[in-house]
């Protein structure tokens, strides 16, 4: 059974900054194409950031410079370091590998 189980969220000033962790189980994170992704209020999921199954990185535009996803295969674990967050960062965050999604984590940055 793979469980993915994302930490970190919260309320943060713009400018700020936030570190999210995703502990997986039941999976070997290393070389798994898994990312990052997160649903703004009233928006569909989209992806932040992620390993290609090369373990090279990926970032959407809007985060490229302010997010930096790496991992620690000897935790199982993969972070998402968030820097100079703006409002619009507001999601629930989701932790991804294969088709198997975490519980998600809220992000809230304030104006």
């Known amino acids: 059974q793979v469980q993915l189980v994302e930490s970190g969220g919260g309320l943060v000033q713009a400018g700020g900054s936030l570190r999210l962790s995703c502990a997986a189980s039941?999976?070997?994170?290393?070389?798994?194409?898994m990312g990052w992704y997160r649903q703004p209020p009233g928006k569909q999921r989209e992806l932040v950031a992620r390993f290609t199954s090369g373990g090279s990185p990926n970032y959407a535009d809007s985060v490229k410079g302010r997010f930096t996803i790496s991992r620690d295969n000897a935790k199982n674990t993969v972070y998402l370091q968030m820097s100079s967050l703006k409002p619009e960062d507001t999601a629930v965050y989701y932790c991804?590998?294969?088709?198997?999604w975490g519980q998600g984590t809220q992000v809230t940055v304030s104006s």
């Open positions: 991804n590998v294969f088709a198997f």
């Open positions: 039941g999976i070997i994170f290393d070389r798994k194409p």
